[in-house]
């Protein structure tokens, strides 16, 4: 649009407004702000951008409220925007306590409940570009929140006066930004539109929609904060994109599975309302609309809603090139789960012709879609609120089971106190026992905490705590495995190595409710003696840490050793007497007990491990997982290698220990393709580079590779080590392409499995872990290995706890955990996700273990 033109339009609709309240002739366009047209060709809001237009927006209109509630993990503002009538926005807060009354019905009457349902505004949330390569959502919050703030229709006024809308622009607010910046600078150039060679997340990528039970992240933490416990909103809206040559939107229903204690009110109401928004598109003559398609809704990491009485609606936009058009011809349209984007059917009746998509296109589906999405919930105002009584009603009575309840004496105190944070943090009341108490035929001591399922959020809790047992779903009876959209399982007592009890039948007990998230309580005990005995459970590996950059030379005794009638196991940590001042906050901080003792068992003296991380410029999540588990939980230093830093050589020099995070061994080696991004960001660790850390090893460092990144040395450095799983990758199966979901004779998409601890004697990566170790398995390698020592093994049996695992037989007796030598220094090879996602604290004991047992020296007894 010319100048000219946008100026015209500008002055018809002042002429237009004339007559209606002075108000909306005020308030700002998104254009009058910006300098250009929301969704305009190579045209991208960025934060600061985005922010202030909507401080504009708020300063002029009555309806629109911005709060920024917090600062994002690189600083950034974050904001919730409240929008409703200028008569709601007046009682904001009674609305709000009304609505947090039917959220907990244990002490509402009927009549109650009634008058608080007839009366009430159902709660909207829209979750605004959680994914920031999916560029659309936050340009289309400023459209949405415009036509919000000046719509007099009938329509708009109803949506304004039955709903109150709560509104995330940016839900990552520092990728909107980092991914505008870039994407601003490669206009012009080969790679305008293309992948971006860093996680746009600071540390989680991607997987920041995977955080939505463990709530590891600022963002999270905020929006649970200000936004879901605040308000508990019905409807949630979270705005996505897909790929480019799928349909051009999917809204719910999701295909199963479901995950199993979601009450099936929520599953319905899902359905009505996505196929309300489905139907609304359709009706507009938008075309290409799927339902009942590609997502399912097992996993409670991307839906807090459904635990919480209220619903998330996903829905998923075809992409362009970030705002760059993007031409896509019919027969390259593709078919995925419950459909085919070139063949109509009862869940995608009108398919799109193909033809240029673009910016434009997105914002204006998205907006249609979240219009068609509050126009529902308005006009059914009722019957959300009553669902959302009825769930919580329903949950507030379960008996089954009857209670959770979290024993006193735990190994890992700080894994426990962890797992019971984030209870808390999803609102679910937990009490602690005052005193000793039996419940079936176990006594628990006071200390211990109870879990009652008769609670409104009860959905949440039962969901963590036990085991999941996906179904065996098939593309088709008999053949290959339906692929899940995100893993099986999510189980965190197994994942965290707490214990944790179900108790079917009721029991009574001394209980007082908490209401800060417990912290373990630690102490030394009395005596004296020229050490001081750890444990080696994460809070002493947290401790270690602290003691090494403090200095302190920290022994590791590799035996066991008896003294003052204990068995101290091997792995016992020796903190000399005269670091006492500064193990005792320690101690009461973390939670461990520290013994005096005068032993001189043989063992090994530690220092702090010069640690490397290496980063590709093709983004690997479990790469910032790896960091954000160092910096944030476990106190570990480390640097960043890039590819340059690696070929470069000379590692040993500088470097005791480097992490290879899971990634395939063709990102690592070969990077991007030339030409695809700048020339610095192109090309991999190469020869060169995979030399440079061969020597390394060799010269006497420790290489750590964790899961799929053991392919690499493994091959590259032709180590006498077998992947027996390799055969089953998608790239080594003849015919198999991009659609293709898993081999039907071995299939793990991300699961719980068990694995035996065997190496205590001969390695001291096994020290800490319990003799069978709950792992995180996904697509993982197994091996067999002709030298070295094997630290953990899968069992004889199927190794299967949690989740979904096809043709275990492949897996039974190969190994999990390696440790190769190689020259005079060592290969650490994990089968497995020993971080995973910042939740697996079972095993950061043995990543921490091959982190510092990089920096010893032996001593003899
Ligand atoms: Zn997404």
Wanted: some cysteine; overall charge neutral.
């Amino acid at each position: 649009m010319t100048r000219r033109l946008a100026a015209l339009c500008l002055a018809l609709l002042l002429c237009a407004a004339a007559a209606l309240p002075a108000v909306s002739a005020e308030v700002p366009t998104p254009e009058s702000v910006l300098g250009f047209k929301v969704g305009e060709d190579r045209k991208l809001a960025d934060w600061t951008q985005i922010v202030g237009y909507f401080q504009k927006l708020a300063e002029a209109s009555p309806r629109v409220k911005v709060e920024n509630v917090g600062t994002t993990t690189e600083g950034n503002p974050f904001l919730v925007v409240t929008i409703t009538s200028e008569a709601n926005m007046a009682r904001l807060e009674e609305i709000r306590r009304a609505n947090l009354r039917l959220a907990d019905p244990r002490t509402l009457g009927e009549d109650e409940a009634r008058r608080l349902i007839d009366s009430g505004k159902a709660i909207v949330a829209l979750n605004h570009g959680i994914h920031s390569t999916e560029v659309g959502a936050s340009q289309t919050s400023m459209e949405t929140a415009y036509a919000l703030a000046t719509g007099q229709d009938p329509d708009t006024l109803d949506i304004l006066d039955k709903t109150v809308i709560l509104m995330l622009p940016s839900h990552n607010p520092d990728g909107t930004q980092k991914v505008v910046d870039w994407y601003r600078k490669s206009l012009g150039t080969p790679w305008e539109g293309g992948q971006i060679p860093f996680l746009y997340h600071k540390y989680t990528g991607h997987d920041n929609n995977r955080d939505w039970y463990m709530f590891t992240q600022v963002e999270t933490q905020l929006t649970v904060k200000y936004l879901y416990d605040r308000w508990r909103p019905q409807v949630v809206h979270d705005l996505h994109q897909m790929g480019p040559r799928t349909a051009r939107i999917f809204a719910p229903p999701y295909v199963d599975p479901w995950e199993p204690n979601v009450d099936p009110a929520l599953i319905q109401a899902v359905n009505a309302a996505g196929t309300s928004v489905a139907a609304g598109l359709t009706t507009e003559g938008k075309k290409g609309v799927v339902i009942h398609a590609l997502y399912d809704a097992w996993s409670p990491a991307r839906a807090y809603p459904h635990t919480h009485g209220g619903v998330r609606i996903l829905t998923e936009c075809a992409s362009a090139r970030m705002a760059t058009p993007l031409e896509v011809k019919f027969g390259e349209l593709e078919a995925g789960i419950g459909y085919d984007a070139k063949q109509a059917a009862w869940n995608f009746p009108d398919p799109w012709p193909g033809g240029t998509w673009r910016l434009r296109d997105i914002v204006d589906y998205q907006v249609s879609a979240t219009r068609a999405l509050l126009e529902h919930t308005a006009r059914h105002r009722e019957y959300w609120l009553r669902t959302f009584y009825e769930v919580n009603r329903r949950a507030a009575v379960r008996r089954e089971p009857y209670a959770f309840i979290v024993p006193g004496e735990q190994k890992d105190p700080l894994a426990t106190a962890k797992l019971l944070g984030v209870m808390r943090t999803g609102a679910v009341e937990v009490y602690r026992a005052r005193a000793e108490f039996k419940a079936g035929d176990r006594t628990y001591p006071a200390g211990s905490h109870v879990i009652p399922m008769g609670q409104p959020f009860s959905a949440f809790a039962k969901t963590l705590l036990e085991r999941q047992r996906y179904p065996d779903l098939r593309q088709w009876p008999g053949g290959p495995p339906q692929r899940p959209y995100d893993v099986t399982a999510h189980t965190l007592p197994l994942l965290m190595g707490v214990e944790v009890v179900r108790a079917d039948a009721p029991f009574v007990a001394a209980l007082e409710r908490l209401d800060a998230v417990p912290t373990a309580r630690g102490s030394i005990a009395g005596g004296h003696g020229r050490f001081f005995a750890l444990g080696h459970k994460n809070p002493e590996l947290v401790a270690l840490g602290r003691l090494l950059r403090a200095g302190v030379p920290v022994r590791w005794a590799t035996a066991a050793f008896l003294e003052r009638g204990f068995n101290f196991r091997p792995g016992t940590l020796l903190v000399p007497e005269n670091a006492r001042a500064r193990l005792e906050p320690m101690a009461r901080e973390l939670g461990f007990v520290a013994t005096p003792v005068n032993a001189d068992p043989p063992s090994l003296l530690l220092r702090k491990p010069r640690i490397g991380v290496y980063q590709s410029y093709v983004p690997s999540m479990d790469e910032g997982w790896t960091r954000f588990v160092f910096e944030k939980q476990l106190g570990v230093d480390y640097e960043t290698l890039h590819d340059r830093d690696v070929r470069g050589g000379g590692l040993r020099a500088r470097f005791d220990a480097i992490v290879l995070p899971d990634q395939s061994r063709r990102a690592m080696v070969s990077g991007n393709p030339a030409g695809s991004l700048p020339p610095e960001y192109c090309g991999g660790l190469g020869k060169e580079g995979v030399q440079s850390l061969k020597s390394f090893a060799e010269e006497g460092g420790t290489l750590v590779a964790i899961d799929s990144a053991s392919d690499m040395p493994i091959a590259e450095f032709a180590l006498p080590v077998t992947n027996v799983l390799a055969g089953f990758g998608r790239e080594e199966r003849p015919g198999a392409d991009e659609s293709d979901q898993g081999s039907k004779d071995f299939y793990c998409p991300g699961a719980i499995l068990a694995a035996q601890v065997e190496g205590v004697s001969t390695s001291p990566l096994a020290h800490g872990l319990e003799a069978t170790t709950p792992i995180w398995f996904e697509g993982s390698p197994a091996f067999e290995t002709k030298t070295g020592t094997v630290v953990a093994r899968y069992p004889p049996e199927n190794p299967l706890l949690s989740g979904w695992l096809l043709g275990d037989k492949y897996l039974r007796g190969k190994a999990a955990l390696v440790e190769v030598p190689l020259g005079t220094g060592r290969v650490v090879l994990f089968g497995f996700r020993p971080q995973y996602r910042a939740q697996s604290w079972a095993t950061y004991i043995a990543l921490l273990n091959a982190l510092y047992t990089s920096a010893v020296t032996p001593l003899a007894p």
